[in-house]
């Protein structure tokens, strides 16, 4: 039967309508409770009367007739129901939640069945809710309900029932991104300086203001007065915060790094500092990131969050100013590295969307960013040692001493053993004695150097970059280089009348690039001239012309990374490639080449995977997967190639694309209780993925709260890319395979075929490896 109503007896609930029924939970479930005496219906089942009795799973007594077209049909408009709420949630985990992880899924063994009391019977008659999708939402719903303090709730079967492709994008829409909101003050302090990285077995919050900022230091030292149960530790670095020595010493003290902040009225007469929110990834990556925000910032575009995207630019403008680089992340063991540069795309997106009124300003804020990225481009990507001046080729080389501390403890225990055992001490002792200068190993640090490399590329891990990663010009960073050239003398040539003065004084780097440049210790000065458009593209047809020179492959029809001390290229087969159409530094004819002979090397089922299997190479327990190889599929390579693709006029393949991904982030949506994971096995459809850190956006109980910040944004961006026909294809989980039929890319469909059906179920329970239960 429907779950116990408690309620008042010889009341009813007004069925108030709710107006629109697809809205936000906060105005949805935002209203009180209205009832008024009942004048129909007997409540004797309440004090003991059961029309129904339970059905006992799996015996045929039970078992209920199938809906048939003649049944009983609503005359009085859309059907909704009368909930108790806590009765029901314990109803629906007891009877469906079998694996009791707070989630209702596919892989759940429970009868897929619950029958509610509806609103107009006053929960008296029942109306039975079926499915996997409509009993994930129930829940959902419920727990949503129960954070607005609701006891009873009229609910909509409308909302059980949703488009799952309007559900999911209003979510991210009217919830995710708000949940994964920050602000770093005295009001949000408490909730970022929380690190799940953190394994000094110290949790005290700490916080790390940059030199140059006074105002700043003495308004975190005021919270910390007036919050006292914080126990706020405030810290003030030196003027170059990002020296190697400098920062091994902060491991054992791990702080946030402040960010931009804007003077308000205090309420009081006065002024005080409230930090400019942004957004996260979710998950363990509670702190600003770099390449993370622009696709974040894309779907926040979509989204109409235009101010929230254009204070993430603020915070990077804050970045390097302060600590010289736009940070891997925001917190200071990050000091020493950055990310793939993506600012001025990000800041020439949002210019383009700010508010028409006040020309002037927004010209103003794009020039802050438009030197800030000046100040970047010089400093670090074409600054030694990022550059390999033979070649002018950019790298990912950052600076840094010992072991990454924010890696799980055991990550680099295979790295380390074969050491400790040499000296004849603990892995641990090894450790610490290596961090600290005591044991020299320079074939660790040739290690080492590369892994932060890794890390700074934003691919960590992958076998393309293994023990080479620090000397190797990828495709990616030299497309978004050139992308960067082109930006600056863009907006330098349309929109400050092709004359740009500095304001900040730094090197200027040698142009062009040579070994007797770079090697000559005169710099021109940043403040000696004003920028003009001319420099800037030359740039972008020097990097070009280098592209093709030492990353186009003419035989393979593809870019490859080049190895800047073998002096060849690095043969591994990268999605990256396709970065080159979204900077626009392929010709039309090597475009052509890419999309007709390589693009089918990196379609799967789910969309783009990372790389091919055959540049993967075999995995075995000695050797495992790399969560940015084969198969996995991610957002930033699924958005750069669709974009590329439109952009030099491939659109249905962007489109076919597109929809491949949406395809596989709704039907994980549909069968696992909205799940919106950081990534997928783009091969087995799954997000059940074991390698190295595992996956996140999983944890949640009951309903999803976040989804995971860029695959949110790929959902909103992918969106913009289907047809209408296509929107309604994804929303009912039609297969790629019959909505393009088997021509498209049948290759890749037949080698698929061999490594794993498609059933969804038979998938998850393959991925759980679940043992057969003997009789």
């Known amino acids: 039967m429907a779950p116990t109503l408690n309620h008042p007896a010889g009341v009813t609930f007004v069925d108030d309508g709710h107006g629109t029924v697809h809205v936000d939970a906060a105005t949805y479930y935002g209203g009180g409770e209205a009832f008024t005496r009942s004048r129909t219906y007997s409540h004797s089942h309440i004090h003991g009367y059961i029309p129904k009795r339970t059905p006992l799973f799996e015996e045929d007594t039970h078992m209920r007739a199938r809906r048939m077209s003649h049944d009983e049909k609503s005359v009085t408009g859309p059907r909704r129901f009368l909930i108790d709420v806590e009765e029901t949630i314990r109803v629906v985990l007891e009877q469906e939640d079998t694996d009791g992880d707070f989630q209702i899924s596919i892989t759940d063994a429970g009868p897929k069945m619950m029958a509610l009391g509806t609103a107009t019977s006053n929960g008296f008659k029942t109306f039975d809710v079926r499915g996997t999708y409509m009993l994930s939402n129930l829940l959902q719903e419920l727990a949503l309900a129960r954070d607005h303090g609701r006891k009873r709730i009229v609910l909509d079967e409308a909302r059980l029932s949703e488009n799952p492709v309007d559900r999911l994008s209003r979510m991210i829409k009217n919830s995710f991104w708000h949940s994964l909101t920050r602000r770093i003050d005295g009001d949000g302090l408490e909730i970022i300086t929380a690190d799940p990285k953190n394994r000094t077995g110290r949790v005290q919050p700490r916080i790390y203001v940059p030199h140059g900022e006074p105002a700043m230091a003495e308004y975190y030292r005021k919270v910390a007065r007036e919050k006292p149960h914080m126990n706020l530790d405030v810290q003030v670095l030196p003027p170059k915060p990002d020296d190697a020595i400098f920062v091994k010493s902060l491991n054992s003290k791990p702080g946030l790094l402040a960010l931009a902040m804007n003077e308000v009225d205090d309420g009081k007469g006065g002024r005080t500092l409230k930090g400019i929110p942004f957004i996260v990834p979710g998950a363990r990556f ?65 210019y383009n969307q700010l508010d028409r009124s006040d020309v002037e300003s927004n010209r103003q804020w794009l020039k802050r960013a438009i030197q800030a990225a000046i100040k970047e481009y010089h400093t670090i990507w074409v600054a030694e040692p990022r550059i390999d001046p033979k070649t002018g080729l950019s790298r990912y080389r950052p600076d840094g001493l010992g072991i990454p501390p924010e890696t799980e403890a055991t990550h680099f225990t295979h790295i380390l053993e074969p050491y400790a055992e040499k000296h004849g001490i603990s892995v641990l002792e090894f450790s610490e004695k290596y961090n600290n200068g005591v044991l020299k190993e320079p074939a660790l640090d040739e290690y080492f150097l590369h892994d932060r490399a890794v890390r700074e590329s934003g691919h960590d891990t992958t076998y393309r970059f293994e023990k080479r990663c620090a000397n190797l010009g990828t495709i990616d960073l030299q497309a978004l280089l050139y992308k960067y050239e082109v930006d600056i003398g863009t907006a330098i040539r349309e929109v400050f009348d092709d004359e740009l003065e500095l304001e900040e004084e730094f090197d200027l780097a040698p142009f062009p690039p040579s070994v007797e440049a770079y090697r000559n210790p005169y710099r021109e000065r940043s403040t000696s001239r004003s920028q003009n458009s001319d420099e800037w593209f030359e740039r972008a047809d020097h990097r070009s012309e280098m592209i093709d020179k030492y990353l186009w492959n003419e035989n393979k029809k593809l870019y490859f990374d080049y190895d800047t001390v073998l002096e060849k ?207």
């Open 286 to 350: 509670n702190e600003l990131y770099n390449w993370d925000s622009y696709f974040i910032s894309l779907g926040l575009l979509v989204d109409g969050q235009v101010t929230m995207a254009k204070g993430m630019v603020d915070h990077f403008i804050f970045e390097i100013k302060h600590y010289g680089k736009i940070l891997n992340g925001s917190r200071s063991y990050y000091l020493c590295r950055t990310q793939p540069p993506f600012l001025t795309d990000m800041a020439l997106q949002i």
């Open 569 to 775: 290229q690095s043969l591994y087969e990268s999605v990256t490639a396709f970065w080159a159409l979204w900077a626009g530094c392929a010709s039309e004819e090597q475009c052509w080449k890419l999309v007709s002979q390589s693009l089918k090397k990196f379609e799967v089922l789910g969309g783009l995977v990372s790389g091919t299997e055959e540049s993967r190479g075999k995995i075995s327990l000695d050797r495992p997967n790399r969560q940015w190889d084969y198969p996995y599929a991610w957002p930033p390579h699924q958005i750069m190639t669709w974009v590329g693709l439109e952009r030099y006029g491939y659109l249905e393949d962007a489109q076919r694309l597109s929809y491949r991904f949406l395809y596989m982030m709704t039907t994980a949506f549909v069968d696992f209780n909205g799940v919106v994971p950081e990534k997928f096995d783009a091969v087995k459809l799954s997000h059940l993925v074991d390698a190295e850190y595992g996956n996140q956006g999983l944890d949640f109980k009951m309903v999803p709260r976040e989804g995971f910040g860029w695959m949110n944004s790929a959902y909103q961006v992918g969106l913009s890319f289907l047809t209408t026909h296509m929107r309604r294809a994804v929303a009912t989980c039609t297969s790629p395979e019959v909505l393009f039929g088997s021509s498209a890319n049948l290759e890749n469909a037949v080698a698929q075929a061999a490594h794993a059906a498609t059933d969804p179920l038979g998938l998850a329970m393959e991925s759980l490896d679940i043992a057969s239960v003997p009789a």
